[in-house]
């Protein structure tokens, strides 16, 4: 599990995320957890929306309704509230609530239910399913199980003044409660340079680096271009360089051992299921 979470100014969290899961080299679940209200099914996955393929009342919410009951998340009701992503068929996504007043309905029970349902949640070969999550600007609505539990916790930040200066109380924050090899930087809108100048900053590492790419970005920040994934950009192919990476990472082996690109494979294939 990986989750992203960023401080002021919309440093472009989502849009990494979203290259992130699109470039996975394995079936992944892309969890939109922003308690401000998700972006990805409006944004990226918007033209879906708009023709009724992708659902908004599927997702975080239905979740903590049908379960609402139950004393933890029992992750075989999950997949019930994923939806497979048009154009990447690898990405299940839970979709996100769809304004910022649901996340009452949701509750710190319902977040933690969810934490649990994600870390339980399995491939059809019985693998912990990878999970991207998406937990938006850090505030005092943040789903903290969901920053606690992760195998790493990234924080999105652009090489400005500005951010920097947001990211740092927020980093400070976060150090209180996750132990710092599990706590990165994700750099967004970056150049090499850019890069160096923000973990020298803020003196973390930086586990994902995502280039400046204006015209990938609003695909996967507001579906322009009808959502679809150029075949050349240099933000997706960073985001696979660390999509492999990071996959080899947590499945123990090195990215050269890869030796396909992900086939198309429906988000069923995170439980077997034909969802
Ligand atoms: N790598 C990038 N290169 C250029 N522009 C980018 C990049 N990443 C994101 N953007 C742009 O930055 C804006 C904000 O992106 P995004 O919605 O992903 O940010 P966010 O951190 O998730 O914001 P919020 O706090 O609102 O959830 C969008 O217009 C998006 O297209
Ligand atoms: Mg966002």
Redesign the pocket.
């Known amino acids: 599990m990986i989750t992203i979470v ?1 401080g002021k100014g ?7 995320l979203a290259a992130l899961a699109a470039a996975w080299p394995a079936p992944v679940l892309l969890a939109d957890c ?1 308690p ?1 209200g998700g ?1 990805l099914a409006p ?1 990226w996955l918007g033209h879906w929306l708009v023709d009724g393929t992708v659902r908004t009342d599927l997702g975080v919410l239905s979740h903590a309704t049908a379960t609402r009951h139950a004393m933890a998340g029992d992750p075989a009701t999950l997949i019930d509230h994923v939806q497979t992503v048009p154009p990447a068929r690898h990405v299940g996504l839970l979709a996100g609530l769809t304004s910022p007043e649901q996340h009452a309905a949701v509750g710190t029970a319902g977040w933690t239910r969810l934490t649990a349902s994600l870390a339980a949640f399995r491939t059809a070969t019985g693998h912990p399913a990878d999970t991207l999550v ?1 937990v ?2 850090y505030g005092t609505a943040t789903p903290w199980p969901l920053l606690l539990a992760a195998d790493v916790v990234l924080l ?1 930040v652009r090489p400005t003044q500005r951010h920097v200066l947001s990211a740092r109380p927020v980093l400070a924050t976060l150090a209180e409660r996750i132990a710092p090899e599990r706590l990165g930087l994700a750099v ?2 970056t150049t090499p340079a850019g890069t160096r100048e923000v973990r020298a900053a803020l003196g973390r590492d930086t586990v994902v680096e ?5 015209r990938t ?2 695909v ?3 579906g322009v271009d009808g959502g679809a994934l150029p075949r050349r950009s240099p ?1 997706l192919r960073a985001g696979r360089r660390a999509a492999r990476r990071l996959h080899g990472t947590y499945h123990n082996y090195t990215p050269a051992e890869l030796r396909a690109p992900a086939p198309p494979m429906s988000a069923g294939a995170l439980t077997g299921g034909t969802r």
């Open positions: 960023s919309a440093p472009g969290a989502t849009t990494t922003d401000a972006d944004g998406d938006g600007r999105a967004c809108a995502i280039p400046a790419d204006a970005a609003a996967l920040s507001d933000l």
